[in-house]
């Protein structure tokens, strides 16, 4: 019997490359074009296939870009393919930010340095299971329709674009950079809106900033309806699929929007996503390579999603509503074939073997997975619960009748305080209702400093309280991470709707917006002295305080906090996300080791939303657990 690999081999061997277009072109300088005669791509008037990989360099440390990029490189990848997120360049209207780790140029650099060549794909959507799909969470401010011709969603837009695109322009491959394409929009015709207006915008200033000559192309999910909509006159139809799917139907439905040109797969998923508690998600390797096998001996063009996926640090993970909120996890390890520590896998290795049948690939050897470290067990006290802590964390609330939203507060992303008072007194415990479902995403429910329970998005719309009239309400709400797909993306945040409690509306509230990643950039709280903090755990959102003692090495670590509810850590004041190992999957974070000090103790913040452990302890350990056993309601 043939072993998998050899089967390949057999089968697709001797079937040349891009077999249909040999013919050549004149050769040129510098030039990259679709040749419709002959069904391929021409760089420099040659045939071109590319073998691709997707890598966002919004997910991983700037420190960390050369080293996967090398990786992907020697894999024997030709090119990559990136997103621009514009909410992470312009998070506030109007102030954009490209440096440090948004420093995009450089990381095109290090790219072409490496000898890779880029997809580009700027949105100025992009779902990629991150915050509302990209978008600003500021455009929400106003009354639009995102992803249309809405005339201030495209009025944002096109500055937006004033801003990235002349940017871009020196590296586009004719002008001697690597960016051979460049995709406009992304899976449009999975959206609802269906409006060409708002392509031909996006198509003219795409045009207008790159040049009319930029090979501009389109990617759809694999139906009809989905390449109708997403697809408009001079951007090339592409598809995206994954190994379940028949790879002759879906070239075949792009042949029907596309019947010349090269044949591409713009993502085909060598891995997923995971939600909170969902099963973590993984994609059989031998499916993988076999599936790549059989496009590349067609000739055709792929890009692998994800290649390197890494992390949601921050609040950058994304959500899916189908019939309910389901928040992306903070791994976007994506079980692709570099780990979210950007470690080659088995996967890479399988990958390898297939492009090594139509390619040679770069001589030399992988570079190897980078050093892990268990640094142990370190020590946490309590620094004070939320409500104890607003001086510090807060500019003061803002009083209104009714509760407002994150959005309408300038507050996009983390955590609020919302406050009240009992109307009454409840001799019994009396259900606090969320009505129309407006908890956006979850709400931690204090009354006079004792913890009565949590409210939480399409799954818990009512708890019971007690208290006593004019005790005081405290409700912390999450936003647990915008809407990144289809219909439901204006997502806005806080209590979006009224709170009853028994049969009253619940009014006059204190809003009070907290900007703890901003105090705790800062140096807080560990400008002050440990040893006046307790070991006492709270229930109820509370902050946590300790250090990690340095041990001359800053490798890279996985947090685990065992026995933890839920919540957000900050390692030397940088965010690196959620935890939740009470839902799961997820049961540890990446812990960058580029964040740690080898001299100085490392200061570890943590805000526990439920509950702390007695321990207060933290573990970090040399390897991840992504996929513990998931606990749902
Ligand atoms: C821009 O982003 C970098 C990298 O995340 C960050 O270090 C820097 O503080 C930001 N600059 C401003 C002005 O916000
Ligand atoms: C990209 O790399 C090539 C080859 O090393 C080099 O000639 C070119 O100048 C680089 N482009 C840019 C924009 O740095
Ligand atoms: C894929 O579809 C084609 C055409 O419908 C069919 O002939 C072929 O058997 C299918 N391949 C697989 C692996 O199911
Ligand atoms: C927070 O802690 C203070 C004392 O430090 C206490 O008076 C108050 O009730 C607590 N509030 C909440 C919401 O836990
Ligand atoms: C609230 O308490 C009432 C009376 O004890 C009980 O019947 C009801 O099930 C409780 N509701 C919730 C949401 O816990
Ligand atoms: C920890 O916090 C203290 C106080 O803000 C600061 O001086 C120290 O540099 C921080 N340590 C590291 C490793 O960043």
Same mark, same amino acid.
């Given at each position: 019997m043939?072993?998998g690999?050899?089967?390949?081999a057999?089968?697709f061997?001797?079937v040349?490359?891009?077999?249909v277009?040999?013919?050549?072109g ?9 040749d419709?005669?002959n069904s391929?791509f021409l ?5 071109f ?15 960390y870009?050369?080293?996967?990029l ?21 998070t506030?209207?109007?102030?954009h ?18 000898g890779l060549?880029?997809i580009?794909?700027?949105?100025p959507?992009?779902?990629a299971e ?9 455009l929400?401010?106003?009354n ?5 011709s809405d ?12 801003v990235?695109?002349?940017?871009m322009k ?13 995709q406009v929009?992304?899976?449009y015709g999975?959206y609802f809106a ?7 915008h996006?198509r003219?200033l795409?045009?207008?900033?790159l040049?009319?000559d ?8 694999n ?11 001079g951007l090339y ?6 190994t379940g ?11 029907k929007?596309?019947p010349?040109?090269?044949?591409v797969n713009s993502?085909?998923?060598t ?11 993984m ?10 096998a059989?496009m590349l ?7 692998m ?6 992390t ?20 976007y ?6 780990s ?6 088995e ?9 090594k049948m139509f390619?040679a690939i ?6 190897p ?9 370190a020590?946490?006290k309590?620094v004070?619960n939320?409500?104890?802590l ?11 009748k009714y ?17 009240t008072?009992?109307?009454?007194? /409840?001799?019994?415990? =009396?259900?606090?209702i969320?009505?129309? *479902? %407006? @908890?956006?995403?979850?709400? +931690?429910?204090?009354?006079?400093g004792?913890?009565?329970g949590?409210?939480e998005?399409?799954?818990v719309?009512?708890i019971?309280?007690?208290g006593r ?8 709400v999450e ?18 709707g009224n709170?009853i ?19 705790v950039?800062a ?6 002295n440990?040893?006046d903090?307790?070991n006492?755990?709270s229930i ?8 990690l ?11 685990? /906090?065992?026995d933890? =509810? ?5 390692? *030397? %004041? @940088?965010?690196?996300g959620? +935890? ?8 540890t ?8 000090s080898?001299t100085?103790p490392?200061?570890?913040t943590?805000l ?16 991840p ?6 606990h749902?309601l």
């Amino acid at each position: 019997m043939l072993s998998g690999m050899e089967m390949y081999a057999s089968v697709f061997f001797f079937v040349t490359v891009c077999g249909v277009c040999s013919a050549h072109g004149e050769s040129s300088d510098r030039s990259f074009s679709i040749d419709y005669k002959n069904s391929c791509f021409l760089k420099d008037g040659h045939p071109f296939q590319y073998i691709s990989g997707s890598i966002h360099y919004s997910r991983i440390p700037r420190f960390y870009w050369k080293d996967r990029l090398l990786k992907m490189y020697m894999t024997g990848l030709n090119t990559i393919q990136i997103y621009v997120p514009w909410n992470f360049h312009e998070t506030v209207e109007g102030v954009h930010n490209f440096t440090g780790d948004r420093d995009l140029e450089h990381f095109l650099d290090l790219a072409n340095q490496t000898g890779l060549l880029v997809i580009l794909r700027p949105g100025p959507y992009i779902c990629a299971e991150w915050e509302m799909g990209g978008l600003p969470a500021w455009l929400l401010q106003k009354n639009i329709i995102l992803r249309s011709s809405d005339t201030d969603y495209l009025l944002a837009v096109t500055n937006w674009f004033a801003v990235l695109l002349p940017k871009m322009k020196r590296w586009l491959y004719v002008n001697g950079g690597n960016i051979i394409s460049v995709q406009v929009e992304n899976e449009y015709g999975s959206y609802f809106a269906c409006d060409y207006n708002y392509m031909r915008h996006l198509r003219a200033l795409l045009q207008g900033h790159l040049g009319k000559d930029t090979v501009l192309f389109t990617t759809d999910g694999n139906t009809d309806k989905e390449m109708t909509c997403g697809t408009l006159d001079g951007l090339y139809a592409t598809v995206d699929f994954g190994t379940g799917d028949n790879i002759t139907e879906a070239f075949n439905r792009q042949r029907k929007f596309e019947p010349q040109g090269p044949l591409v797969n713009s993502e085909y998923y060598t891995g997923w996503l995971d939600h909170w508690g969902d099963e973590h998600a993984m994609v059989d390797t031998k499916r993988v390579s076999r599936g790549l096998a059989e496009m590349l001996s067609m000739g055709a063009n792929v890009n692998m999603y994800m290649f390197e996926g890494g992390t949601n640090f921050g609040y950058w993970n994304g959500a899916d509503h189908d019939n309910r909120f389901r928040p992306v996890v903070t791994s976007y390890d994506y079980d692709a074939p570099l780990s979210e520590a950007g470690d080659p896998t088995e996967k890479l290795i399988a990958i390898r073997e297939v492009i090594k049948m139509f390619k040679a690939i770069p001589f030399g050897p992988m570079p190897p997975a980078t050093p892990k470290f268990a640094y142990g067990l370190a020590m946490l006290k309590k620094v004070g619960n939320i409500s104890s802590l607003l001086d510090i964390l807060s500019v003061g609330p803002v009083q209104s009748k009714y509760p407002l939203t994150f959005e309408k507060l300038n507050q996009f992303y983390g955590y609020m305080l919302y406050q009240t008072t009992l109307p009454h007194d /409840l001799a019994e415990p =009396t259900p606090l209702i969320s009505p129309l *479902n %407006g @908890v956006h995403d979850r709400a +931690y429910v204090s009354v006079n400093g004792v913890f009565q329970g949590v409210l939480e998005r399409d799954t818990v719309l009512a708890i019971n309280v007690t208290g006593r009239q004019g005790d005081i309400v405290d409700i912390l709400v999450e936003n647990m991470g915008r809407v990144n797909f289809g219909s439901h993306i204006n997502d806005y945040k806080g209590l979006v709707g009224n709170l009853i409690l028994g049969q009253d509306v619940l009014t006059n509230w204190k809003m009070y917006p907290l900007d703890i990643d901003g105090v705790v950039t800062a140096g807080w709280p560990h400008i002050f002295n440990l040893h006046d903090r307790t070991n006492e755990p709270s229930i109820g959102p509370a902050l946590y305080m300790g250090t990690l003692q340095p041990s001359g090495v800053a490798w890279d670590t996985f947090l685990k /906090l065992n026995d933890w =509810t839920k919540g957000q850590v900050w390692i *030397n %004041g @940088v965010n690196l996300g959620r +935890y939740w190992p009470a839902r799961g999957p997820q049961q540890t974070l990446y812990v960058p080791g580029p964040l740690l000090s080898t001299t100085l103790p490392n200061n570890i913040t943590v805000l526990e939303l439920e509950g702390a452990p007695a321990h207060l302890r933290v573990l970090f350990m040399d390897r991840p657990l992504l996929k513990a056993a998931i606990h749902n309601l």
